[in-house]
């Protein structure tokens, strides 16, 4: 199985990009994975898991994201980080997402 870095690392490089350590320790921080660069997927709550799709969702600097449920599992201060991470990075991309907290959507 794959860690947290060796995920980040692999869809990247299917974006054409070769990521650099820092690199992937920016998109593992920025989800709050930055511990957990080491550890292998299988390993991480569903929360953390998650955590780690947004983050390869966001490899490459896409224009366009597709994200379900992103803060499905998560505790109410990770999903509150998610939301406000989503709203940072959406400036110059389109976001399309589901959620069955309504809500979240209205904050977004």
């Given amino acids: 199985d794959l860690t947290v870095a060796e ?18 320790k920016e998109r593992a921080a920025e989800v709050g994975l930055e511990e957990k660069l080491d550890t292998a ?12 799709s947004v983050a390869i969702a966001f490899c490459g600097d896409p224009k366009f994201v597709l994200l379900d449920e992103p803060t499905s599992g998560m ?8 939301w406000d991470l989503l709203r940072r990075v959406k400036k110059g991309k389109t976001i399309l997402l589901t959620t069955h907290f309504m809500d979240e959507v209205q904050m977004f």
């Avoid at 980040?8 to 690199?23: A, D, H, N, Q, V």
């Avoid at 997927?41 to 780690?52: D, E, I």
């Avoid at 505790?75 to 998610?82: A, F, Y």
């Fill in 41 to 52: 997927s299988k390993h991480l709550s569903g929360g953390m898991k998650r955590k780690l």
């Fill in 75 to 82: 505790d109410p201060i990770s999903r509150r980080l998610m």
């Fill in 7 to 24: 995920h980040i690392s692999f869809f990247t490089r299917i974006k054409g990009i070769l990521p650099s350590k820092e690199y992937i």
